[in-house]
């Protein structure tokens, strides 16, 4: 059975700092391309970060750059989102994907958030407050 579990969300105050995690199972990790999506209340889905299965490398949507830290622990098949300075805008639910894709960034066109995910963990709530 396919499985993304996502853990580590929670409340925490401006400027606060979370990790979330993504344990993935039942597919070949190697495979696949890891990343983060997120929907606050009223708002549709955004990219948030990705990390490429083929070399490590990383990729972050614009708001998120230079606070927000993707990595992996391949001998655990998990991915981590390292998140500082959060906001409240920050506020929603964060969801693992994975992508059948070797790169995260392809083209300003073509990045791991234009592609149709293949498997979605079930998310976890962020709460910033003021």
């Known amino acids: 059975e396919v499985q993304l579990v996502e853990s580590g969300g929670g409340l925490v105050q401006a400027g606060g700092s979370l990790r979330l995690s993504c344990a993935a199972s039942g597919f070949s990790f190697d495979d696949f391309s890891i990343g983060w999506f997120r929907q606050a209340p009223g708002k549709e889905r955004e990219g948030v970060s990705c990390?490429?299965?083929?070399?490590?490398?990383?990729y972050y949507a614009d708001s998120m750059k230079g606070r927000f830290t993707i990595s992996s622990d391949n001998a655990k098949n998990t991915v981590y989102l390292q998140m500082n300075s959060l906001k409240p805008e920050d506020t929603a639910v964060y969801y693992c994907?994975?992508?059948?894709?070797?790169?995260?960034?392809?083209?300003?066109?073509?990045?791991?958030?234009?592609?149709?995910?293949?498997?979605w963990g079930k998310g976890t709530l962020v709460t910033v407050s003021s």
């Open positions: 990390i490429s299965s083929s070399d490590g490398s990383t």
């Open positions: 994907a994975a992508v059948r894709i070797s790169r995260c960034f392809y083209s300003p066109h073509s990045t791991f958030f234009n592609y149709a995910v293949d498997y």
